[in-house]
């Protein structure tokens, strides 16, 4: 009798564990696909500016900030401060690869073709001369860049 009373116990104790668990599991998957549902994929991570900003753009002339600023970017190679080797120029060809931070800031990556260089930039937008057809002034600083 005695047995039959601790096997029991046993029995609804594991019962318990299993629906617990169960329940716990279940909540994990849950929580694992909304976060996999809100995140957003790498390759449209690329633009961490937020409305503010882009608009703030917009207001001082960049009627599509951030393919203007790529095209501004990919014309400034001489802000790398290392030379090309074996005939390759250094410059900021991989527009995909730019990514742009709040605040003004881009890490682009540079190459020539042989070496890859990880740049971070400041940007700063001022507005075009008088008239409507003047275009703003796009500004670069370089703040680091390492050769890999």
């Known amino acids: 009798m005695r047995g039959n009373r601790a096997l029991l116990a046993a029995l609804v104790l594991s019962l318990a564990a299993a629906v617990y668990f169960g329940i716990r599991w279940q909540s994990a998957e849950r929580r694992a696909a909304r976060v996999e549902r809100l995140s957003v994929r790498p390759p449209f991570q690329r633009v961490l500016l937020d409305d503010l900003e882009l608009a703030r753009l917009k207001k001082l002339g960049l009627s599509d900030p951030v393919p203007a600023l790529q095209a501004d970017l990919s014309r400034q190679g001489e802000l790398l401060p290392f030379k090309g080797v074996l005939g390759g120029r250094m410059a900021f060809y991989d527009k995909d690869g730019m ?6 800031y881009v890490y682009a990556p540079g190459d020539d073709g042989h070496y890859l260089v990880h740049a971070v930039l400041r ?3 001022e507005p075009g001369g008088k008239g409507t057809a003047a275009a703003p002034t796009i500004r670069w600083t370089l703040v680091d860049a390492r050769k890999d």
């Open 99 to 104: 990514v742009f931070l709040p605040g003004g």
């Open 123 to 125: 940007y700063d937008v």
